[in-house]
């Protein structure tokens, strides 16, 4: 349906983006990744994944790739850190190097760097969580006794010691 679409509308994002991740999600991951470029190639752009968090009265905008930030050294060594941890810990996570700068991971590692130990986490997000950034935030609550709250594009996910508010359904 998604390749229909394709040839339906060629210049409309949605069914690239919806191929692709078809691809990827049934280990077809190098067609997925064929999607993607034949996208690139023909100039066809999404909208980009964002997030905001606000801290001391300033909100801070995260987006997917993006290294405007003035902290941004710090998030990405934060995000590293928590990675690493990961691995250390025997915590289940099948790293994604494509999917390391999601803006909900570069929020989050913001979050843990500029707001107190215990204080929750709010993060607000343009477009549906991915799955690799959902068990990250999962992973994380197993690191830091912490909330994590996210609003994405469909509900609210509030994680928390390794559990999801949505029970896996988002």
Same mark, same amino acid.
């Given at each position: 349906?998604?390749?229909?679409?394709?040839?339906?509308?060629?210049?409309?994002?949605?069914?690239?983006?919806?191929?692709?991740?078809?691809?990827?999600?049934?280990?077809?991951?190098?067609?997925?990744?064929?999607?993607?470029?034949?996208?690139?190639?023909?100039?066809?752009?999404?909208?980009?994944?964002?997030?905001?968090?606000?801290?001391?009265?300033?909100?801070?905008?995260?987006?997917?790739?993006?290294?405007?930030?003035?902290?941004?050294?710090?998030?990405?060594?934060? $995000?590293?850190?928590? @990675?690493?941890?990961? +691995? /250390?810990?025997?915590?289940?996570?099948?790293?994604?190097?494509? #999917? *390391?700068?999601?803006?909900?991971?570069?929020?989050?590692?913001?979050?843990?760097?500029?707001?107190?130990?215990?204080?929750?986490?709010? $993060?607000?997000?343009? @477009?549906?969580?991915? +799955? /690799?950034?959902?068990?990250?935030?999962?992973?994380?609550?197993? #690191? *830091?006794?912490?909330?994590?709250?996210?609003?994405?594009?469909?509900?609210?996910?509030?994680?928390?010691?390794?559990?999801?508010?949505?029970?896996?359904?988002?």
């Amino acid at each position: 349906m998604a390749r229909q679409g394709l040839e339906l509308d060629p210049s409309d994002p949605a069914f690239y983006v919806l191929l692709a991740n078809l691809y990827d999600d049934s280990g077809q991951s190098e067609l997925g990744e064929k999607t993607r470029r034949m996208m690139r190639e023909r100039g066809v752009r999404k909208n980009p994944g964002q997030s905001w968090m606000e801290t001391r009265n300033m909100v801070h905008l995260f987006t997917a790739g993006d290294a405007s930030h003035p902290l941004i050294g710090k998030i990405h060594e934060k $995000i590293e850190s928590l @990675i690493a941890q990961f +691995r /250390d810990q025997g915590i289940l996570y099948q790293e994604n190097r494509a #999917l *390391v700068h999601h803006s909900e991971k570069l929020a989050v590692a913001f979050g843990l760097l500029s707001t107190s130990e215990k204080a929750p986490i709010r $993060i607000i997000k343009n @477009i549906r969580i991915c +799955r /690799d950034c959902h068990q990250f935030m999962m992973n994380v609550t197993m #690191l *830091v006794d912490r909330e994590i709250i996210v609003r994405d594009g469909n509900r609210f996910h509030s994680f928390r010691e390794c559990e999801c508010s949505c029970r896996g359904y988002w």
